[in-house]
């Protein structure tokens, strides 16, 4: 069966993996010029790389290790030791650690937890423990029924002392959805909990060992063309065409260049455009239907993503840092951490600029300066002195619309991959699934439409090796 899946982020391709797996033949659509949605990047006029997102991989992504593996490319993770490592920034240059022990568990994660005598007082640990209980003892139900609070409205109901959320969970808040946690669902916090502490390596990370077109797509696109699928970029969706009953009877790929808009034909069609898009996009006819209805309850969340190139080293720690600071979320010394990106030399901060709604119509030069002000506050020594560290160059990349915003009440909006439409399905980290909004959440929903595809469209079983569909919201 010939799939027109419009997108070429990690969902869409994804999508066309497991069908090609499948034996049918996807055809990737991708607007831009660059494959990878949220994780492009491009290179400079000095040939370095500058990304969309900094991306981090946990040991809780089952389906992002598995495809990695199909591929063939598992070893371009880079794991880093089983720690979360924060800035203390009353007492810069210092940092705190949540070192997990390599024993099963939640027990690792305790050992982490209550080792860690610098940010919380034994007292905010154990009622922090005790307000956790429901969500360990009650799983997942009761972290879905929590998509009704904030995080900070369910601190407050499970009587934690508000200053977890001021030396941990803002941070995490941050991490997770570049939202603070009087705004984010306390649903988003509790899954996260949920996998880091109930998976002995649920919280490890690893970096990409270079930049996600090159080592994650491109590999994703052999696959999928060695197997008769097609993968183009610069084709933009531009209309869904209808036939009388509804359905989809084609895409219509606006022209680029002068060139005339195209018409691809197809048996089954794919969006895995961000939700934003598709709102835009949905024809006529369909909006009243409260599956797509829903999806107006859905917008992407602004975010910035700096790169500073300095001229030294500012630090040697290989891992992610949370920053703990009102403007910045996670950073990490790409230095460090990335082989493509390697230097002994000289640091380059990849650095998440969040919450961003107040910043991100600011020119690039005040954003830079604003960093600045904040790394003088986190490494002092650095930037003091006879020989104060240089910046040698600076990238900015904002992104206005990134993943969809996890305020309460979202998850009720999230729809299935399975759409009223008969030949229509919907791919996205948006979309259901248990991995919220993340790459690892891309690819499980890009095999779910795979698996949906094949199941509802020839009503026959796939051997694809994926978890039951959700229900659907059909
Ligand atoms: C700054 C930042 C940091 C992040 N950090 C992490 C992290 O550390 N770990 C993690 O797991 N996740 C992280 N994420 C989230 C992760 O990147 C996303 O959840 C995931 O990549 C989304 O993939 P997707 O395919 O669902 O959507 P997208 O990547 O948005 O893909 C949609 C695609 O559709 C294309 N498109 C749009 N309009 C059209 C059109 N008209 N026609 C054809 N194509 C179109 C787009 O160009 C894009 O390629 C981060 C995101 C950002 C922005």
């Known amino acids: 069966m010939r799939v027109a899946i419009a997108g070429g982020g990690l969902a869409g391709l994804s999508c066309a993996k497991y069908l090609v797996d499948a034996g049918h033949t996807p055809v990737v659509l991708e607007s831009q010029d660059v494959l990878g949605g949220l994780v492009a990047a491009w290179r400079d006029q000095d040939g370095d790389w500058y990304e969309t997102g900094l991306h981090i991989f946990f040991g809780a992504y089952p389906n992002m290790l598995q495809l990695l593996k199909e591929l063939g490319i598992e070893d ?33 994660g305790m050992v982490a937890i209550l080792g860690n005598n610098d940010m919380l007082t034994w007292e905010e640990k154990i009622k922090f423990g005790l307000g956790l209980l429901p969500a360990m003892v009650r799983g997942q139900s009761y972290v879905e029924d929590m998509d009704q609070y904030t995080w900070t409205e ?17 941070a995490m808040a941050k991490a997770l959805n ?23 390596y649920g919280s490890k990370m690893a970096f990409l060992d270079g930049a996600p077109p090159e080592r994650l797509c491109q590999p994703l696109m052999e696959y999928i063309t060695e197997r008769g699928g097609e993968v183009y970029v610069r084709k933009p969706l531009k209309q869904i065409r209808l036939n009388d009953d509804g359905t989809v009877r084609e895409f219509l790929i606006r022209g680029l260049d002068g060139a005339p808009d195209e018409v691809v034909t197809a048996d089954v069609y794919v969006s895995a455009m961000s ?27 602004p975010v910035i993503n700096l790169h500073l190139w300095f001229d030294r080293k500012l630090t040697d720690i290989d891992q992610l840092l949370f920053s703990r600071s009102p403007l910045l979320s996670v950073y990490a010394d790409m230095s460090n951490t990335c082989r493509e990106y390697a230097n002994p030399d000289r640091s380059m901060l990849e650095l998440i600029f969040a919450p961003a709604k107040d910043w ?66 919907l791919a996205g980290s ?10 690892e959440g891309a690819v499980l929903s890009g095999k779910l439409a795979a698996q949906a ?22």
């Open 154 to 170: 369910w601190l407050r109901k499970q009587n934690i002392p508000e200053r977890v959320n001021e030396e941990v969970f803002i």
């Open 430 to 439: 948006y979309t259901m699934q248990k991995y919220l909004g993340s790459m």
């Open 76 to 108: 371009r993770l880079q794991w880093k030791e089983h720690s979360l490592i924060m800035n203390q920034p009353e007492n810069p240059g210092v940092y705190s650690r949540f070192d997990f022990p390599d024993i099963p568990a939640p027990i690792n």
């Open 275 to 301: 939700v934003d898009v598709l709102k835009v996009l949905l024809p006529e006819p369909w909006k009243p239907l409260d599956y797509f209805s829903k999806l107006d309850g859905l917008e992407g969340v």
């Open 178 to 200: 570049f939202i603070g946690p009087d705004e984010i669902s306390a649903t988003i916090l509790l899954t996260a909990l949920n996998r880091f502490l109930q998976e002995r």
């Open 360 to 425: 991100i119509d600011k020119p690039d030069a005040e954003i830079v300066a604003a960093t600045m002000t904040e790394l003088n506050k986190l490494f002092p020594n650095h930037f003091t002195g006879d020989q104060p560290a240089k910046l040698l160059k600076s990238k900015v990349v904002k992104t206005p619309r990134s993943v969809y915003t996890a305020t309460p009440g979202r998850q009720a909006c999230r729809p299935s991959q399975v759409s009223p439409i008969a030949n229509f399905f």
């Open 453 to 474: 595809i094949s199941h509802e469209t020839t009503g026959g079983e796939t051997d694809l090796q994926i978890e039951k569909l959700p229900a659907t919201a059909r």
